[in-house]
């Protein structure tokens, strides 16, 4: 039985026979519910809803939300709570149902001119064997021509590393660049204005390109890149295991090289093809120095701290202030515009980096203990010179002197040359320092000084040569 036939059944057994409508949905075996909704319609409520006591709170509603058309209705409840609001969280939630309802959005496609734009972005994995990376990409918007690489950071030093790379492997670059909101791009962005980085805009400058940033929460406008890091993860990463961060790296060019050499579904051609179309910029004669600055303070044991480490500073610099350089492969410290220090760059955690060089003034004010801490310091150093120091046998007096003389030469003397040379000694079961130094090529020890008395009329001294003819008479 249909709805209008049943309601005209449920009327006329409650009107004229009186039945409840208990007996009514035991006669027509039909539901509560059913029978309620029937009636509703029939007979709609006269009681009007109160009204909500979010009501009093709509216009910062439609405030907030214009702002932040993203906010949950926990973040909602919580503000409110700052304005006294007594009611629960279920009432916020059907009360900002109607903010909340996503909207349907229409997005138009974007048409690019050779080299007008290039889109640039971060995406992150998390990969067996080499842990956590970030994969810097670079898409230009005409060809879809792609270029990326893996990092174990996005610090602004890696960032402009990643660009330094795809322009090197381009030979030029994009007009403009298109970027999300990114620390290293933009610091705030609000509608009223735009605060970039300021060495970010040094190093657009410098290459003579445009920043284009996006609105937020709008992935849209750089769809070219986000589609590429979404078929990096399903095409490339999923599924595959990489032996270290090189092993990545150098699988992900090769897949690079395919894509760029598939037909693209939207241009119909492929992006190796049509990157000769591309007018790039040139690049300029200097390069830019992919680096990040950052201030900083030696310590009293004079160390400065950076990501956990701690690097060495000559110690005559102790509790004064410093610049760090910060590399993607090395760390540069400086005091007055002048260069103090440089180390290697590290991401483990916790460790100390020393310059053994970088104590000597310290050592010469403690004679007492200097061939003792170069020792600990030379042995600390390398593995190759704690194994030839040891080789010194169990004379401590001679392993000082050997530790010592390697201090020595580490003054004139690469670092890696050194442990070669030291290397090679153990590989020939050879010991002795005066080894090391033929093997360096050193020059010999010069003799030492002649010593001349204080008067020097000593020295004129006087005497009659013996003829030669005494000599004819004896033979």
């Known amino acids: 039985m249909d709805d209008t036939s049943l309601k005209e059944k449920i009327l006329y057994l409650l009107d004229v026979e009186r039945l409840s409508r208990r007996q009514v949905i035991g006669h027509l075996h039909i539901g509560y519910r059913r029978l309620k909704r029937i009636l509703d319609k029939q007979c709609p409520s006269q009681n009007p809803q109160k009204s909500s006591p979010l009501e009093a709170y709509r216009h910062l509603l439609d405030e907030w939300y214009r702002q932040y058309p993203r906010l949950q209705a926990i973040q909602i409840y919580k503000r409110l709570q700052g ?56 898409v230009l918007s005409y060809s879809r021509y792609a270029w990326g690489k893996f990092y174990p950071k996005t610090s602004f030093e890696f960032f402009l590393d990643g660009h330094l790379e795809c322009f090197k492997h381009l030979n030029g670059l994009a007009r403009t660049h298109r970027y999300d909101n990114l620390k290293s791009v933009v610091l705030k962005h609000t509608p009223e204005k735009i605060e970039y980085n300021p060495q970010f805009l040094e190093f657009a400058r410098h290459y003579g390109f445009k920043i284009h940033a996006c609105n937020p929460y709008k992935g849209n406008e750089k769809g070219r890149v986000e589609r590429l890091g979404r078929d990096v993860r399903a095409s490339f990463l999923y599924g595959q295991v990489f032996k270290n961060a090189q092993d990545l790296n150098e699988c992900f060019r090769l897949w690079l090289v395919g894509r760029n050499s598939l037909i693209h579904r939207s241009t119909g051609k492929m992006p190796m093809d049509m990157l000769k179309s591309e007018n790039l910029l040139k690049l300029p004669s200097i390069e830019f120095a992919p680096r990040r600055i950052a201030q900083g303070v030696v310590s009293k044991t004079a160390l400065v701290e950076f990501e956990t480490n701690r690097y060495s500073v000559p110690s005559s610099l102790a509790q004064k202030p410093c610049g760090l350089l910060i590399y993607p492969d090395r760390i540069e410290i400086t005091h007055a515009s002048k260069i103090v220090a440089r180390h290697k760059r590290s991401f483990e955690k916790h460790k100390i980096f020393q310059n053994p060089l970088h104590i000597e003034s310290l050592l010469n004010r403690t004679p007492l203990f200097k061939r003792q801490r170069i020792l600990r310091l030379i042995e600390s150093m390398e593995p190759v010179f704690y194994k030839f120091l040891r080789a010194q046998g169990e004379d401590d007096s001679a392993r000082l002197e050997c530790a010592y003389q390697i201090f020595k030469l580490l003054k004139n003397h690469n670092r890696s040359v050194l442990v070669s040379a030291v290397a090679e000694l153990l590989s020939m079961g050879t010991y002795k320092t005066k080894a090391l130094l033929s093997l360096l090529n050193l020059p010999a020890q010069k003799d030492p000084d002649q010593v001349f008395p204080s008067d020097q009329k000593l020295l004129d001294i006087h005497y009659q040569p013996r003829s030669l003819e005494e000599y004819d008479q004896n033979n």
Do not use: C, H, I
Not at 110 to 131: I, T
């Open 83 to 138: 304005y006294s609001y007594a009611g629960s969280l279920s009432s916020v939630e059907r009360f900002t149902r109607s903010w909340r309802v996503k909207k349907p959005v229409t997005y138009y496609a974007l048409d690019f001119m050779p080299s007008e734009e290039a889109q640039v972005d971060w995406f992150f994995a998390d990969l067996e064997n080499v842990g956590r990376v970030a994969l810097f990409l670079y």
